[in-house]
């Protein structure tokens, strides 16, 4: 039997049925000794039927004969000229046109190469994640202002530091008092630090970071298995009122909101389902006195 730890690509891997006889035992007996992550792994697998139900309609249809790589390559064979014919059209001639024509044939077959690798990724990308009905799923991640530039940043800082494993506070939970002072100053709010012993989450600490709107605070996380949730709070210029809004990208669910001012985002590991309470959490004590 293995003995190296167990990951979340483990636990997906089980939930797809694709790890080999004593690696799925391990995975197994690990699941069993531990209720959290039994439930974990239940909610990814009802997550994967709920995709793969929503998804098959167009899983199940042929590719449509344009985007056919041998249908491609042929019409290619047929327009009368050769590939050296082509490339002496665009480039002896100086003929742009020509250029672009000859590019155009194995650009599409690129296109088409291209869209069936994104279309597996994406399945892949979206495992485990599925929206709560009453998140809506934000998609402006490349907003260069409100809820959308929080959610990037806050998954940026994610990627910079939850997965540290040397460094990934400045200052540990021990001096709390003294990252709050820092975080006074440099980011300009008075933040306090949520409590989420009750969800298995205990704080590490935290630092200020850098964002395309100034400094920001951010707070980290983690439970006994080790997965990490980092949150960051900035003042927001853009959406100063903003109703929680659930996002996805580099492998992490973050759901960001903003009250009276200020932002906040929690990313993390988890399907939505597991991060959302959390996240409500979070959102219940910031917005109470402390």
């Not at 809506?136 to 991640?141: F, G, I, K």
């Not at 994610?158 to 540990?172: F, L």
Request: proline content about 6%; hydrophobic content about 40%.
């Amino acid at each position: 039997m293995s003995h190296s730890p167990i990951s979340e690509d483990d636990l997906h891997a089980f939930v797809d049925g694709a790890l080999d006889g004593a690696r799925h035992d391990a995975v197994a007996a690990y699941i069993a000794q531990h209720p959290d992550i039994a439930r974990r792994v239940d909610a990814y697998a009802r997550h994967r039927d709920l995709m793969r139900a929503a998804f098959a309609p167009v899983a199940d249809e042929p590719v449509p004969s344009q985007l056919n790589l041998h249908h491609l390559i042929e019409n290619r064979r047929h327009d009368g000229k050769s590939v050296t014919d082509h490339r002496q059209d665009g480039f002896q001639d100086g003929n742009a046109g020509g250029r672009i024509a000859w590019f155009g044939g194995w650009q599409g077959a690129a296109a088409a190469i291209a869209l069936l690798c994104v279309g597996g990724g994406a399945g892949w990308g979206l495992h485990g994640f599925v929206q709560n009905p009453d998140v809506p799923v934000l998609t402006a991640l490349s907003a260069p202002e409100g809820i959308g530039a929080l959610a990037r940043e806050a998954s940026a800082s994610y990627v910079a530091y939850a997965r540290d494993r040397n460094r990934p506070v400045e200052i540990r939970a021990d001096k709390t008092d003294d990252l709050l002072r820092w975080i006074s100053d440099r980011v300009g709010m008075n933040l306090h630090v949520p409590d989420l012993t009750a969800d298995g989450y205990r704080f590490m600490g935290g630092r200020v970071v850098a964002t395309d709107h100034g400094p920001a605070a951010m707070l980290m996380y983690d439970d006994d298995q080790g997965v990490r949730l980092v949150m960051l709070a900035r003042p927001m210029q853009a959406d100063q009122n903003a109703p929680m809004q659930e996002h996805h990208a580099d492998g992490v669910t973050g759901i960001s909101w903003a009250s009276m001012g200020t932002g906040y985002s929690v990313v993390g590991p988890l399907s939505d389902d597991l991060l959302h309470p959390v996240a409500d959490q979070m959102r219940k004590q910031l917005t109470t006195p402390a």
